[in-house]
T-cell receptor, first 114, second 114 residues
Framework: DSGVTQTPKHLITATGQRVTLRCSPRSGDLSVYWYQQSLDQGLQFLIQYYNGEERAKGNILERFSAQQFPDLHSELNLSSLELGDSALYFC?????????????FGPGTRLTVL | GESVGLHLPTLSVQEGDNSIINCAYSNSASDYFIWYKQESGKGPQFIIDIRSNMDKRQGQRVTVLLNKTVKHLSLQIAATQPGDSAVYFCAENDSGAGSYQLTFGKGTKLSVIP
């Protein structure tokens, strides 16, 4: 158990809908990362927050947004969902925001768009 | 458990033998590398890292080798055990670009034959 929690574990929805994925980082970790893992693209970095502020942006679509709240939990919002958005979404956390700060991954949310 | 990828290269190894997993990275400016292990149904887990000023680093039963000339990284697992069965990813970072994000490889599935 990494100490990072993600909810829900599974999510099934229809095209065009909007969903919110939630992540609670390890106690004491200030940085949160979101990743998408699909069969054809592998693990793709989406976005990073540090202490409530956006720190780095990766391959995140405009239909997706995220935020980190004062209690440090984070939410990833996915809207206008398409079939291709079906994937595993992982949250990770680290104490500090650098690439060399070990990231601890949560168990993921499996999103299925029908 | 969750299926991480159906099209990954697969390495099958007899229990007790040594395993070597290879990774070709893309960015010649990358100066920090990590190996992750992802078991079925779980998020990636840090195994070992190496900076570009080193060509070898050892951990517990694992060794990472870095060849910057050919942009190649390898992970050696000694005395492979059934619990080592997982997908292994390499990840790279170019700190000189001011980037905090990791770029992940596609992964290799290791199957340990008891």
């Amino acid at each position: 158990d990494s100490g990072v929690t993600q909810t829900p574990k599974h999510l099934i929805t229809a095209t065009g809908q909007r969903v919110t994925l939630r992540c609670s980082p390890r106690s004491g970790d200030l940085s949160v990362y979101w990743y998408q893992q699909s069969l054809d693209q592998g693990l793709q970095f989406l976005i990073q927050y540090y202490n409530g502020e956006e720190r780095a942006k990766g391959n995140i679509l405009e239909r997706f947004s995220a935020q980190q709240f004062p209690d440090l939990h984070s939410e990833l919002n996915l809207s206008s969902l398409e079939l291709g958005d079906s994937a595993l979404y992982f949250c990770a956390s680290s104490v500090a925001p650098g690439a060399e700060d070990e990231q601890f991954f949560g168990p993921g949310t499996r999103l299925t768009v029908l | 458990g969750e299926s991480v990828g159906l099209h990954l290269p697969t390495l099958s190894v007899q229990e007790g033998d040594n395993s070597i997993i290879n990774c070709a990275y893309s960015n010649s400016a990358s100066d920090y590398f990590i190996w992750y292990k992802q078991e079925s149904g779980k998020g990636p887990q840090f195994i070992i890292d190496i900076r570009s000023n080193m060509d070898k680093r050892q951990g517990q039963r694992v060794t990472v080798l870095l060849n910057k000339t050919v942009k190649h990284l390898s992970l050696q697992i000694a005395a492979t055990q059934p619990g080592d069965s997982a997908v292994y990813f390499c990840a790279e970072n170019d700190s000189g670009a001011g980037s905090y994000q990791l770029t992940f490889g596609k992964g290799t599935k290791l199957s340990v034959i008891p």
